[in-house]
């Protein structure tokens, strides 16, 4: 079998004051997949495919998606917001794009319903959305991608196989030793499956009690020829929703190394060569890799059993040896505590959780506390067991966030096992990662979401933001997504200076 590649959607030419834009329809129903390695499943997937196709748009560009709601009618739920719900409903989101969160573009606000029974009844036609995301000609060319972001189903979604990416194309991909290299994209899915199905997530439990299947571009482990001396450029995504995945490729004697040139679709200063590479769910990375002596290498992950892919280098040696990069465009300016708006006025986050504090099926209390955090449901109440205190309230913004200004973040966990990973993630807006556990990172790195494992203590990050361009209501979250529908989100508004 070839190495797969998700389907791709390529620009159309502008006419006149028209811009170039993608059009893509994502018809999503329960489809049967051949999962390669796996078996067929029967799952809500884009368009029958995991991944759904890559969307390939450049700067100044626009996407223009369709939404197709071929599911059935969502089950009754009258469980509260904050509790598993509208399985059937999706909408998107552009994950890491600086676009606007308002309106028919990056709105994660927004509910693509299915029909109701009585719809069905009738026979009325499967209800279709819009998505129109216009890229700033500005925006920095790399590895994003697309997964449904509705609060109460995303987990569900996401461990069927729901997410894309998308590569705004741009400056980095003119440099001559990468637009030499093969452009492949490794989309690393995490599938809950059991019996041919993912289930229903019904209980805390879910996560833990239904196996992971891990694919890479749908596929269990498939094979990646590399030619020695050859240079590929892999774009990783991290579409993971439960584990963060610390990487590398290795063979039975020796690795190959990663040289890392972007993270989070922003391009680095310089290329960073690296034996291990750390993805938290969500995060991205593209890096070159250089085919070495010949034989069997693995991409695989610390506590992920089995190989992710398969790197066979074999065949006839590219003499001489294709180049790595010596200079890389400068992708996005630093920013430093200079910049400070207010250098007093920090905000502080901490991902904690309280367990087995609720009665029913969901026990576990999964709070963002600190700065701005949700206000507890009673004056009187026992926080711990507070069903409202630091947990989403879609009434309620926790941050207010002005244009033009610039501020300092310090997000930790108060967890204590090292595999409860809480990775925080902004809409909207990069941030510059500038310390991780009170050291300082040389250089900095500019992300959009960052994992934070559990210790004694737990970790924590110090990041530097702007918030530019773009005014209306969104979110923060963890990217556990099962912690997500439980209630670890905020409501982040930006509003104009
Ligand atoms: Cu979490």
């Known amino acids: 079998m070839p190495f797969p590649q998700p389907a791709v959607a390529r620009s159309r030419p502008g006419h006149g004051p028209t811009v170039p834009s993608v059009e893509q329809t994502l018809d999503v129903r329960f489809t049967e997949v051949t999962v390669p390695g796996h078996g067929r499943i029967t799952t809500r997937a884009y368009n029958g495919a995991i991944p759904g196709p890559t969307l390939r748009v450049r700067g100044g560009g626009v996407l223009r998606l369709t939404h197709v709601n071929g599911l059935p009618p969502n089950p009754p739920h009258d469980g509260g917001h904050n509790i598993p719900h509208h399985p059937n409903s999706f ?21 693509f319903a299915p029909r109701t029974a009585r719809q069905v009844a009738a ?65 690393i899915s995490e599938l809950k499956v059991k019996d041919g199905k993912v289930p229903a997530f019904t209980s805390g439990n879910w996560m833990t009690g239904v196996p992971s299947v891990f694919t890479v571009n749908g ?60 993805l938290a769910m969500g995060n991205r990375a ?12 693995e991409l695989r992950a610390d506590g992920v059993s089995g190989a992710l892919m398969t790197i066979e280098v074999a065949g006839e040696p590219v003499v001489p040896p294709m180049a790595l990069p010596t200079a890389l465009p400068p992708g996005r300016p630093f920013l430093n505590e200079q910049d400070l708006t207010d250098p007093g006025a920090d905000r502080k986050v901490l991902f904690h959780a309280d367990q087995g504090v609720f009665p029913g099926t969901f026990p576990n209390a999964f709070r963002i506390l600190g700065t701005g955090a949700t206000p507890p449901a009673g004056p009187d109440a026992d926080l711990t067991r507070d069903p409202a205190y630091g947990l989403f309230d879609p009434g309620y913004v926790n941050h207010t966030l002005r244009l033009g ?15 409860h990973n809480h990775p925080f993630h902004l809409h909207t807006n990069p941030f510059l990662v500038t310390h991780r556990n009170g050291r300082r990172l040389d250089p900095p ?16 990050v110090t990041f530097l933001a702007r918030y530019e361009d773009f005014i209306g209501r969104t979110i923060a979250h963890c990217h556990q997504f099962h912690h997500e529908d439980l209630g670890m989100m905020q409501t982040i508004d930006y509003v104009k200076r």
């Open 91 to 111: 909408n998107l989101h552009t994950h890491g794009m600086h676009v606007s969160p308002s309106g028919h573009a990056d709105n994660v606000l927004r509910e």
């Open 123 to 187: 026979g009325g036609p499967e209800p279709r959305y819009t998505t129109t995301v216009h890229v700033p000609a500005g925006h920095p060319a790399g590895t994003y991608w697309y997964h449904p972001h509705l609060h109460g189903s995303t987990a569900e979604q996401i461990a069927g196989g729901m997410a894309g990416v998308i590569i705004v194309e741009g400056d980095v991909d003119e440099v001559p030793e990468i637009k030499a290299a093969a452009d492949i994209v490794v989309c």
């Open 219 to 278: 596929a269990v482990n498939p094979t990646l020829q590399l030619r020695p001396g050859a240079v590929q450029r892999w774009r990783l995504v991290a579409a993971t929703a439960f584990t963060s995945l610390r990487l590398e490729v290795a063979g039975s004697r020796a690795r190959l190394p990663m040289h890392q040139i972007a993270q989070d679709g922003i391009t680095f200063p310089r290329t960073v060569t690296l034996d291990r590479l750390e």
């Open 286 to 297: 593209d890096v070159l890799i250089r085919g070495g002596t010949p034989g069997r290498y």
């Open 405 to 419: 200004t610039v501020e300092r973040w310090t997000v930790r966990t108060d967890e204590t096992l090292p595999p």
């Open 445 to 460: 790195v500019w992300h959009d979401t960052v994992g934070l494992a559990g210790g004694t203590p737990g970790d924590s």
